[in-house]
C-alpha cells in the first residue's frame, strides 16, 4: 500500500537550549477535557500529570521548528509546566546514559532522530510500556511493543544552489550525484557537503542506510572524497551553507529543514527526492522508566501522534505518521517502489555494534581518501 510507505519511517543541532514555553490562559476551562475519542477514564492520566505539574523533554528537534506544536500542548495542559532541551542527537544520548548512570534521575521524553540511538536505548530496556490512545491510528511499524514511536515521515534529500549548479548537472539519483562528482572534481571542489558521521549520530545512519540500499554508496563516497566534501554535525549550518554559495551541492539532507528554508527562500535553494530510492526516516519518542512526571509524558506523547499534533509539524514541513494526513506529506505522489522507509525496530542495531561500526567508519575514511 502506497500510503504505508510512504508514512514510514531530528536532525542535529550543535546547541543545547532550554526553553520554558509560555502557558496558555485563554481558553483554560476547556483545557483540561479528556480528547474526542479517548476512553473517559483518561481523565486520571490528567489529573495525574497536572499534580505532577512539570514535563521535562530531550530532544534532537530544534525548540523553534516545533514551537507550535509545544504552544499547542500548553494550550491544552497549561498546568504542565513544559521544558524542552534541544540539542546534537549523539550528545543527547550520552547525556541520557551519563544520568541514568548516575541514578538521579533523567527526562521524561526522549525524542530523536538519530533512530538508531534511540532504540539502542530501548533495546537497552530503558524505555518503558504505554498504550497510546492514537495507537489506532499509527501502522504497526510505527509503533515498537508500545515502546518506541515512529513520529514523522521525513525524506532524505539532495539540496542544491539553483543560482549556481547548471540545471544539466542537478543530479537525479545516487549514481547521477556519483559520476557528477568523479567527472567534475575541479567544478566542485569544496562545494559538496554532508554530515560527519562519525560525529553526527544522524549523519551516521543515513550513510549505513544507503551502503544497505545501494551497494555502490562507496563510489559516491569515493567521489565527494575527490571534492573534498566539507562535514558538518548541524543541518542548519549546511543549509547557511548552501544558500549563501560557499556549498552547492548537499547530500543526506533532512528533508523537512531543507523544504522550510526553500519556502523562504525558493529562488536560491533547490531539493531532489532521489528517483533510484529516498531514504524516509522518523524521529522515535519513547518514556524512559526512570522518568518522574511519567504521566505528563504521555500526555505529551498522546499529543505528539494526534491529528492536531501531527499537523503541527506537518506546517514546519515534518511529514505525519497518520495514515489520515498521508496527502499532505512531502512525499505524497512519489512512487512507492523509490521509497525506502527505516523501520522503527531492533534492525536499526545492525552498525551500533561498536566492531561493525569501527569498521563501518574506516571503510569510509579509505573512500574518501579515493582507497
Excluded at 527562500?265 to 524521529?283: A, W
Aim: aromatic fraction near 10%; charged fraction near 20%; glycine fraction near 6%.
Amino acid at each position: 500500500m502506497r500510503t504505508k510507505l510512504a508514512l514510514l519511517v531530528a536532525t542535529a543541532l550543535t546547541v543545547t537550549v532550554s526553553v520554558a514555553v509560555p502557558a496558555f490562559t485563554a481558553g483554560t476551562a476547556q483545557a483540561q477535557s479528556v480528547p474526542a475519542g479517548y476512553d473517559p477514564a483518561y481523565a486520571k492520566i490528567i489529573e495525574a500529570a497536572n499534580q505532577e505539574g512539570a514535563l521535562s523533554i530531550y530532544s534532537a528537534t530544534d525548540a523553534a521548528a516545533v514551537s507550535e506544536l509545544l504552544k499547542g500542548f500548553e494550550a491544552l495542559y497549561p498546568k504542565v509546566k513544559l521544558e524542552y532541551a534541544d540539542q546534537n542527537s549523539t550528545e543527547m544520548y550520552n547525556r541520557f546514559i551519563s544520568e541514568a548512570a548516575a541514578n538521579t534521575g533523567t527526562t521524561d521524553l526522549m525524542w530523536s532522530s538519530a533512530m538508531d540511538l534511540q532504540m539502542k536505548l530501548v533495546n537497552d530496556g530503558y524505555a518503558q510500556s504505554y498504550t497510546s490512545p492514537e495507537s489506532k491510528s499509527i501502522p504497526d511499524w510505527a509503533n515498537y511493543k508500545n515502546e518506541a514511536f515512529g513520529t514523522t515521515a521525513e525524506p532524505i534529500v539532495f539540496a542544491y544552489n539553483k543560482r549556481i549548479v547548471p540545471a544539466a548537472d542537478v543530479p537525479k539519483t545516487h549514481a547521477d550525484l556519483a559520476k557528477l562528482l568523479a567527472e567534475k572534481p575541479d567544478a566542485y571542489k569544496g562545494k559538496v557537503t554532508s554530515y560527519d558521521p562519525e560525529r553526527s549520530g544522524v549523519g551516521f545512519l543515513y550513510i549505513t542506510q544507503d551502503v544497505q540500499a545501494n551497494k555502490n554508496t562507496w563510489d559516491l563516497v569515493k567521489a565527494m572524497g575527490q571534492t573534498g566534501v566539507k562535514l558538518y554535525t548541524s543541518s542548519g549550518a549546511m543549509i547557511e551553507r548552501l544558500t549563501s554559495g560557499e556549498h552547492t551541492i548537499g547530500y543526506n539532507m533532512i528533508g523537512s529543514y531543507v523544504y522550510e528554508r526553500q519556502h523562504k527562500d525558493p529562488e536560491s535553494l533547490g531539493i531532489v527526492l532521489p528517483s533510484d530510492y529516498t531514504i524516509v526516516m522518523s524521529r522515535i519518542a519513547f518514556i524512559p522508566k526512570g522518568a518522574k512526571h511519567p504521566n505528563a509524558a504521555r500526555l505529551f506523547l498522546d499529543y505528539l501522534l494526534s491529528k492536531p499534533g501531527q499537523q503541527a509539524m506537518q506546517a514546519r514541513y515534518m511529514g505525519s505518521i497518520r495514515t489520515d494526513l498521508a496527502s499532505a506529506n512531502p512525499t505524497a505522489g512519489i512512487p512507492e517502489s523509490t521509497l525506502r522507509p527505516i523501520h522503527v525496530g531492533p534492525e536499526l542495531l545492525t552498525y551500533l555494534d561498536q566492531v561493525k561500526r569501527l569498521k563501518f567508519l574506516k571503510d569510509w575514511q579509505k573512500a574518501l581518501q579515493g582507497k
